[in-house]
């Protein structure tokens, strides 16, 4: 599912990209490279399922593989099948809705053996790996809290997913990887519940899906605008409004554009997450730069009466 954040981070990137393309960038364009964005998020969400199923199929092989050997050892031919009968692998192997997603858009892994080979050898030489094989009985509880702790203390973190992933989709990063992920450890938890739609939509309700787009629509509509805005509020003894970092700056147009144009969503949310982007996103003192522009602009902002949201 493709939460706020990650619409608010999708949409500071399409205006990146709007104003360093230079006039040729049209809106339309710019909206419809920010909407394939969240298509492109969303299948993500279903690889990571997909390569659930995938490292439980690889292991069967080599199972079967083991048991065919020339001269087989007594594991070989009694081994503990625990990992490859896990009942959450099962449930998603039977899920209506991700086999058709994988189906339409030929969601696969197959050409990643090698990964896949690399990936498997490091989960079944994890102390949660062994710990769960080596359990006097399993649940569906615990097969569930085995995949979920794997998402959560090995693939998120790993670097060498993060790199697979960037070089399979540009769209992919580790912002996506991480948001995507956690989802991935929700949706254990759902079908854990027994919750009669367990497969997480695209988005959580029919406001988040147009939030992107009309967010992406007013920043860029207001960019004039919100740069004069900034550009007041910067004291000139202490700062040259003309070495502003451009990525602070488009960071701000996008957190003005929000303060002005969505009622429903109060000014601390709006300043804490865009706070939060110039940290990550720009230079080690954007943070507090973003933070004393943001708020002299609201207080502007409420004095002029352009602002009268909590």
């Not at 003309?242 to 949310?269: H, K, N, Q, W, Y």
Request: glycine share 2%; proline share 3%; net charge negative.
């Amino acid at each position: 599912m493709i939460n706020r954040i990650l619409i608010r981070v999708k949409v500071v990137q399409a205006v990146y990209s709007y104003v360093v393309s230079g006039p040729d960038c049209k809106l339309i364009k710019a909206k419809n490279e920010l909407q394939l964005s969240f298509e492109k998020s969303y299948e993500l969400y279903m690889y990571l399922l997909k390569l659930i199923i995938e490292l439980t199929d690889l292991q069967d092989r080599a199972i079967d593989d083991a048991r065919n050997k020339f001269l087989p050892s007594e594991e070989d031919l009694n081994p503990n099948t625990r990992f490859i009968d896990n009942w959450f692998v099962e449930q998603l192997r039977n899920n209506d809705v991700l086999n058709k997603f994988f189906n339409d858009k030929k969601v696969s892994w197959q050409d990643e053996i090698i990964f896949k080979r690399l990936m498997l050898d490091k989960i079944r030489h994890s102390d949660i790996y062994k710990d769960y094989m080596a359990m006097e009985r399993t649940d569906n509880a615990s097969d569930c809290e085995l995949w979920r702790q794997l998402f959560r203390h090995l693939i998120l973190v790993d670097p060498d997913v993060a790199d697979k992933l960037e070089t399979m989709s540009l769209y992919w990063s580790v912002e996506d990887l991480e948001t995507m992920g956690q989802f991935v450890i929700k949706t254990a938890k759902r079908f854990l519940d027994g919750l009669k739609d367990p497969i997480l939509p695209m988005y959580k309700d029919e406001e988040d899906s147009r939030f992107g787009d009309a967010l992406l629509t007013q920043a860029i509509n207001l960019m004039d605008e919100s740069n004069e805005l900034i550009d007041s509020m910067i004291k000139s003894d202490r700062w040259d409004a003309s070495r502003v970092a451009l990525m602070d700056r488009l960071i701000m147009c996008v957190a003005c554009a929000e303060l002005r144009g969505f009622e429903s969503i109060p000014t601390t949310v709006t300043l804490n997450e865009y706070i939060e982007l110039a940290k990550e996103f720009s230079t080690p003192n954007s943070g507090q730069f973003v933070n004393g522009i943001l708020h002299s602009i609201v207080k502007h902002l409420r004095h002029k009466g352009v602002i009268v949201k909590p």
